[in-house]
Nanobody, 118 residues
Framework: QVQLVESGGGSVQPGGSLRLSCATS????????VAWYRQAPGKERELVAR???????QYGDSVKGRFTISRDNSKSTVGLQMSSLKPEDTAMYYC????????????WGQGTQVTVSS
């Protein structure tokens, strides 16, 4: 069973920055697409950013130009640098990993809360 462990959430004022990190002990990390999703109360879970196993990157429309996703295959980690945060970015942020080489499997982290408020 692959475990994903998020860290870095917290509270910040509008316009501020936070960095999230997700670590795993999965030794075949390069076989996975990794992503960040978020879910605000009363809303559906939405894609924030994804980086596939080939390095291709996709962002949700609402975070383009403000958030940056990066992965370090040597450390089996994925980070999310969030800048120019807005109150509407407030949500639980989840790390996601999908194995796309070989048998498809998907894993989720427990989530880390991000709150943007003055």
């Amino acid at each position: 069973q692959v475990q994903l462990v998020e860290s870095g959430g917290g509270s910040v004022q509008p316009g501020g920055s936070l960095r999230l990190s997700c670590a795993t002990s999965e030794i075949n990390y390069i076989f996975y697409d990794v992503a960040w999703y978020r879910q605000a109360p009363g809303k559906e879970r939405e894609l924030v950013a994804r980086v596939n196993r080939m390095g291709g990157i996709q962002y949700g429309d609402s975070v383009k130009g403000r958030f940056t996703i990066s992965r370090d295959n040597s450390k089996s980690t994925v980070g999310l640098q969030m800048s120019s945060l807005k109150p509407e970015d407030t949500a639980m942020y989840y790390c996601n990993a999908v194995r796309t080489l070989g048998a498809r499997t998907e894993y989720w982290g427990q989530g880390t809360q991000v709150t943007v408020s003055s």
